[in-house]
RNA sequence: GGCGACGUAGCCAAGUGGCAAGGCAGGGGUCUGCAAAACCCUUAUUCGGCGGUUCGAAUCCGCCCGUCGCCUCCA
């Protein structure tokens, strides 16, 4: 097999993924500043990192991914002030939002989630550190990175202190001994929380609780550290600089990951710009195998532009797929038990020699080639819409073999091996997570729309096809979609 | 002003030197009581524009046009 290729942000280029030990992963990726409700520019990185160690995992690597929340900031404290309730309130609030929407779309490959309060220690030991060695010094209760001690600095994001002072259009804060210093630790106003500290009552700034956390649970030369690409500078500059020079290491991390932005007319969705989508609402419109597919229809590498056009067009192109594979289930349902043990759907190695028909050669060499496609995608800097299409080829392939002439376009083992790949690949996207197209097995809604199937059916023996239609009308009214197949009425949710 | 990314059919989107994947939408056909789903055929002589390199470029180089991002909190 292909080895897995990434793009380096640190390189500018795709080059060979060499973890630090060989056959383990260690992965790295920035969460939200938890001050308001998760909106669906969050969910790239979440759903990327997610399906690379997916991918990672099935390669055989043995992953240990760590993600986090920054959970103290200036504006979780702003927010607190106005609402009157203490920062806590703010960051539980909003972790609590963020983590119901990785379960409901089924974003669940982190090991841990850790938060920067919980690691004030840590945080403070880094900083000390820093000082003692004469990286950073403190300033009137703030510690400043002294950006002129790392010679490597600006080696992430490709420009130089010199053309950054040059562009530079903050206004500077005189006390520091260079403009672009950037703050280790933040004196406390009064009102503020604030942890103590050599020098004296504040928090953490923004950088350094993901150098400490990154170190702490992952070490120094961790193999990827991902987010979006807003975060190369200053965020994952600053991390590099304070971590490497806080270890004497390079590199902090191997790879460097970063999504590119969602984007909703043509714009960046930001708080700052007031235009999010909050995935709360959104997860309520859409199943969640529709919004993954949404976002790995595009390289994440590339802007994706946010729309409900786009979404109802991920929508039906989930479908597609969900219809293939749960066309290729039933089949396998209604198959004869074919001489394997007891024949069922999804029964293990039910590999009784019997001579293939033509079509399901076909049939079990597309879900071959659809694995092998999917694989090339996949290893080449996650190249999801790639791998997509080779799922989309498989259904084709699927759909082809099921309505061959005379039905000889699918034995059993053929079924079983597109299932399988069905199965197999489009979990690594996530696209069987929550929503199904397969009816589900129990409630009373779905016992009642059975009945009502049933009814109709009768109605349509009887060839009083008023009744028939009104009954499917109406069920497609409250969401239930029919097809009449030869072998009978199947019926569904609609996604 | 500095740094960087991108610009492929009506729309979305792969492809980074050898005759332009895939999806959605559209058109024609098959199947169906009708519909849905599905299948078959069809929809870019052309890849923002202009030059250049090459036997050959969407793919490499230069310039131009356009869009977006970072440089300040941001996934």
């Given at each position: 097999?292909?080895?897995?290729?990434?793009?380096?942000?640190l390189?500018?280029?795709?080059?060979?993924?060499?973890?630090r030990?060989?056959?383990?992963a260690?992965?790295?990726?920035c969460?939200?500043?938890?001050?308001?409700?998760?909106?669906?520019?969050?969910?790239?990185?979440?759903?990327?990192?997610?399906v690379?160690?997916?991918?990672?995992?099935?390669l055989?690597?043995?992953?240990?991914?760590?993600s986090?929340?920054?959970?103290?900031?200036?504006?979780?404290?702003?927010?607190?002030?106005?609402?009157?309730?203490?920062?806590?309130?703010?960051?539980?609030?909003?972790i609590?939002?963020?983590?119901?929407?990785?379960?409901?779309?089924?974003?669940?490959?982190?090991?841990?989630?850790?938060?920067?309060t919980?690691?004030i220690?840590?945080?403070?030991?880094?900083?000390?550190a820093?000082?003692?060695?004469?990286?950073?010094?403190p300033?009137?209760?703030?510690?400043?990175?002294?950006?002129?001690?790392?010679?490597?600095?600006g080696?992430?994001s490709?420009?130089?202190?010199?053309?950054?002072?040059?562009?530079?259009?903050?206004?500077?804060?005189?006390?520091?001994?260079n403009?672009?210093?950037?703050?280790?630790?933040?004196?406390?106003?009064?009102?503020?929380?604030?942890?103590?500290?050599?020098?004296?009552?504040?928090?953490?700034?923004w950088h350094?609780?993901?150098?400490?956390?990154?170190?702490?649970y992952l070490?120094?030369?961790?193999?990827?550290?991902?987010?979006?690409?807003?975060?190369?500078?200053?965020?994952?500059?600053?991390?590099?600089?304070?971590?490497?020079?806080?270890?004497?290491?390079?590199?902090?991390?191997?790879y460097?990951?970063?999504?590119?932005?969602?984007?909703?007319?043509?714009?960046?969705?930001?708080?700052?710009?007031g235009?999010?989508?909050?995935?709360?609402?959104?997860?309520r419109?859409?199943?969640?195998?529709?919004?993954r597919?949404f976002?790995?229809?595009t390289?994440?590498?590339?802007p994706l532009n946010y729309s409900?056009?786009?979404?109802?067009?991920?929508?039906?192109?989930?479908?597609?797929?969900a219809?293939?594979r749960?066309?290729?289930?039933?089949?396998?349902?209604?198959a004869p038990?074919a001489?394997?043990p007891?024949?069922?759907?999804?029964?293990?190695?039910g590999?009784a020699?019997?001579?293939?028909?033509?079509?399901?050669?076909?049939?079990?060499?597309?879900?071959?080639?659809?694995?092998?496609?999917?694989?090339?995608?996949?290893?080449?800097?996650?190249?999801?819409?790639l791998?997509?299409a080779?799922?989309?080829?498989?259904?084709?392939?699927?759909?082809?073999?099921?309505?061959?002439?005379?039905?000889?376009?699918?034995?059993?083992?053929?079924?079983?091996?597109?299932?399988?790949?069905?199965?197999?690949?489009?979990?690594?996207?996530?696209?069987?997570t929550?929503?199904?197209?397969?009816?589900?097995?129990d409630?009373?809604?779905?016992?009642l729309?059975?009945?009502?199937?049933?009814?109709r059916?009768?109605?349509?023996?009887?060839?009083?096809?008023?009744?028939?239609?009104?009954?499917?009308?109406?069920?497609?009214?409250?969401?239930?979609?029919?097809?009449d197949?030869?072998?009978?009425?199947?019926?569904?949710w609609?996604?």
């Open positions: 097999m292909a080895e897995l290729r990434l793009y380096n942000t390189t500018r280029r795709v080059e060979p993924f060499v973890p030990t060989p056959g383990r260690t992965m790295y990726t969460g939200p500043t938890v001050y308001d409700y998760t909106h669906i520019g969050h969910l790239r990185p979440a759903l990327v990192s997610d690379l160690a997916r991918w990672l995992r099935r055989g690597y043995s992953v240990l991914y760590i986090n929340f920054t959970d103290i900031d200036d504006r979780i404290i702003e927010r607190a002030q106005r609402e009157g309730v203490g920062y806590r309130d703010v960051a539980e609030r909003y609590a939002d963020y983590l119901e929407n990785m379960r409901v779309l089924g974003i669940d490959q982190v090991d841990r989630y850790v938060r920067a919980d690691h220690p840590q945080i403070i030991r880094m900083i000390e820093l000082v003692e060695r004469g990286f950073a010094y300033l009137d209760g703030d510690v400043y990175f002294d950006v002129t001690r790392d010679p490597d600095y080696k992430l490709g420009r130089s202190l010199d053309q950054m002072m040059a562009g530079a259009r903050v206004k500077v804060d005189e006390r520091k001994r403009p672009m210093d950037f703050a280790l630790w933040k004196a406390a106003k009064p009102g503020e929380p604030a942890w103590p500290s050599p020098w004296g009552p504040g928090r953490p700034g350094i609780e993901c150098s400490a956390m990154t170190l702490e070490g120094s030369g961790l193999d990827i550290h991902a987010g979006g690409d807003d975060l190369i500078f200053p965020h994952h500059e600053n991390e590099i600089a304070q971590s490497e020079c806080f270890t004497g290491e390079a590199p902090f991390a191997r460097w990951l970063h999504n590119a932005m969602v984007q909703i007319n043509e714009e960046k969705m930001s708080k700052s710009l235009n999010i989508v909050a995935l709360r609402d959104l997860v419109r859409y199943p969640a195998p529709v919004l597919m976002i790995l229809s390289h994440y590498r590339k409900e056009e786009a979404l109802e067009e991920a929508r039906r192109a989930w479908e597609r797929l219809n293939a749960e066309a290729v289930a039933a089949a396998l349902r209604a038990p001489g394997g007891q024949g069922a759907a999804g029964a293990p190695d590999a020699p019997q001579p293939a028909a033509q079509g399901a050669e076909e049939l079990a060499r597309a879900a071959e080639e659809a694995r092998a496609a999917f694989a090339a995608a996949m290893n080449e800097d996650l190249n999801t819409p791998a997509l080779a799922l989309f080829d498989l259904a084709r392939a699927a759909n082809s073999a099921l309505v061959a002439p005379g039905a000889r376009g699918a034995s059993p083992e053929a079924l079983r091996a597109a299932l399988a790949a069905f199965d197999e690949l489009g979990g690594v996207l996530g696209l069987w929550g929503a199904t197209a397969a009816p589900a097995r409630g009373i809604a779905d016992r729309v059975e009945i009502l199937v049933r009814l059916s009768e109605a349509r023996a009887a060839r009083d096809w008023s009744l028939a239609d009104r009954i499917r009308d109406d069920l497609a009214s409250v969401g239930v979609v029919l097809e197949l030869p072998q009978g009425t199947r019926w569904k609609q996604a």
